[in-house]
């Protein structure tokens, strides 16, 4: 199972970017999808879920009206775009399985909101 992350770098505040995640070794249409951060010093925190189906959609409060969460099931993948960023969105983002027995990780994503 490979889950391999694309999409971050350097934005100012109030810029944008979109994270990848594209999914390969298992069947992509059956797993919920999220993403986790981790900013330096701090705990890894959830920020977004999609459903397998991409019917269900959830978001932490600090995500809720600038990012969005989406799946093609066609092309195994996930992306997370991100609007109005803040410097306190700087972290390492990181993509992950939900079901089955074992979780599946992407290799994470350095985000810096800076000016």
């Known amino acids: 199972v490979q889950l391999v992350q694309s999409g971050g770098g350097l934005v100012q505040p109030g810029g944008s970017l979109r994270l990848s995640c594209a999914v390969s070794g298992l069947t992509f249409r059956s797993y919920g999808m999220s993403w986790y951060r981790q900013a330096p010093g701090k705990e890894r925190e959830w920020v977004a879920g999609?459903?397998?189906?991409?019917?269900?959609?959830n978001y932490a409060d600090s995500a809720k009206g600038r990012f969005t969460i989406s799946r093609d099931n066609a092309k195994n993948a996930v992306y997370l775009q991100m609007n109005s960023l803040k410097p306190t969105d700087t972290a390492m983002y990181y993509c992950r399985t939900h079901g089955g027995a074992i979780v599946h990780w992407g290799q994470g994503t350095q985000v810096t909101v800076s000016s």
């Open positions: 999609i459903s397998s189906d991409g019917a269900s959609i």
